[in-house]
């Protein structure tokens, strides 16, 4: 038997510690332990005592003269702590416990808690969790509770979405290696996003600011411009005749290449915001294969005369007239700013039947319209009197012309703009004032002339008779 404090010292062993496994994903990894002494002249043995705490040794190995152990039971993750003794084998002495060696067969990831966390519903949000593992193995990301509308990629442990519920949300956050698990657990609170009542704005800046667009292309671009309290998410197109889409841009927005058909193209440009609030603004676009008719219509008045005023004694009037375009007129209509309004019969030949009239001037505007729009008009200043009008003293003389069929008729101190002409106490014509006219009778003999006033009964006091022989 060996004994003293040589037989002691001769017993002292150093441990170390070499942890395998790594590649291994059982419940059950392997650790081994290795050892170094002093060689001497006696035959040793060696005990491995194991624990899962420090100085507390639960199983003993006794591996004979082996310097290298292997503990094959071990948890993965569990934390063990070794110790070696040698022993004489000729006399079982024991020596003293090496130095103590602790470590893992694979120990567990680390996962950084995120700390709580509060969002609204409808925001976009995103966390990254962080984790590690200290054999740098892949890792894998899992969670629970994690509020509605929000999603973990399970490879690198993001996380993004937007809540669609308020509430207050547990959340469990993992992180694993394939064998062991971490996991922390915070608070995500969604909270109620805010009532968004207000209607964006949006505006056509061009081809046009007005209502109303006329071309000749078949197709349109618009840009324009929109606006909202809280943000514009898009702005979106339609034509009544066909098509629709998104435009480019929001705050500042352009549409490029609508077609059009020919005629009014109605098209409505919408802008929305994130709660669903809409705005419109919309252009009616004209297209003709034709260049834009610009050329304005004329109007004609005829009768009851073609000057600008008129007497009468009756409480209506009747006109005639004509009317002209480079186009085509569409219609001709009159109004009496003394009130009252129409529609003639006709368009290039007109007629207006039985148009009231107040006593006095009563201003008549007959307008002539066209396809594009223009127009054109001729008035008359109707005189309305319920009494004739007294006799004007005019000098009217009547003398042959250059054959026996003409007359030349002459007059003065007439102070209307018009005159009406009467032969024989039947009204020949009305002609402006300018004092003098012609007449080509039928046939030879004697006839009476009288120069009166417009839309007037023929009650003149002058009168100039010739013989035709």
């Known amino acids: 038997m060996i004994s003293g404090t040589r037989s002691k010292c001769v017993l002292m062993v150093a441990v170390w510690l070499m942890v395998l496994g790594a590649t291994s994903r059982a419940a059950a990894q392997p650790i081994t332990v290795g050892w170094e002494w002093a060689p001497t002249d006696y035959e040793v043995g060696y005990t491995v005592h194991v624990g899962v705490q420090s100085g507390s040794y639960t199983d003993h190995f006794d591996v004979g003269p082996a310097t290298v152990f292997t503990f094959t039971s071990a948890n993965a993750g569990q934390h063990y702590c070794f110790a070696v003794s040698a022993y004489l084998v000729s006399s079982r002495l024991e020596g003293p416990n090496s130095n103590e060696v602790c470590g893992y067969s694979d120990a567990p990831p680390t996962l950084v808690n995120p700390g709580d966390r509060t969002s609204a519903v409808g925001q976009a949000v995103t966390l990254q969790l962080q984790g590690s593992d200290p054999n740098s193995q892949p890792l894998t990301y899992s969670a629970t509770g994690l509020p509605p509308g929000l999603t973990l990629m399970a490879s690198t442990g993001f996380i993004s979405g937007a ?21 922390q657990t915070f608070t995500w609170t969604m909270t109620a996003a805010p009532v968004d009542n207000t209607r964006p704005t949006v ?3 061009t081809p046009t600011t007005a209502a109303t667009y006329s071309t000749t292309s078949s197709t349109i671009n618009l840009t324009g411009s929109a606006g909202d309290n809280v943000g514009v998410t898009q702005v979106r197109w339609t034509n009544d005749r066909g098509g629709s ?25 919408t802008g929305v915001d994130a709660a669903g609030n809409q705005a419109t603004a919309s252009l009616a676009v004209t297209r003709s294969t034709t260049a834009a008719d610009t050329t304005n219509p004329t109007a004609t008045i005829s009768t009851p005369t073609t000057g600008t005023t008129f007497l009468t004694t009756a409480s209506t009037i009747n006109l005639t007239g004509t009317a002209a375009d480079n186009v085509g007129v569409t219609q001709v209509t009159w ?31 007959v307008t002539a319209r066209d396809a594009a729009g223009n127009t054109g008009i001729d008035t008359l200043t109707v ?12 000098t009217l003389t009547a003398a042959p012309g250059s054959s026996w069929k003409m007359v030349l008729l002459t007059w003065s101190n007439a102070s209307w703009s018009s005159v009406d002409v009467y032969r024989n106490n039947v009204k020949i014509k009305n002609v402006r004032n300018n004092g003098s006219t012609s007449d080509t009778v039928p046939s030879r003999g004697r006839y009476d002339y009288k120069i009166c006033a417009p839309g007037s009964t023929p009650v003149c006091s002058n009168v100039s008779s010739i013989d035709i022989q």
């Open 245 to 269: 889409g998104v435009a480019s841009g929001t705050n500042s927005w352009s549409i490029t290449g609508i077609t059009l058909k020919n005629g009014v193209n109605n098209i409505v440009v």
């Open 383 to 394: 005189t309305y009197s319920e009494t004739t009008p007294p006799p004007t003293t005019v």
């Open 163 to 183: 809540g669609s519920t308020a509430g207050t949300y547990p959340v469990t956050a993992r992180v694993s290696d394939g064998t062991l698990t971490e996991s």
């Open 335 to 365: 109004a009496n700013d003394r009130g009252g309004s129409g529609n003639a019969s006709g368009t290039t030949s007109w007629a207006i039947s039985s148009i009231p009239l107040v006593t006095g001037s009563n201003i008549i505007t």
């Open 203 to 205: 505006a056509i800046t």
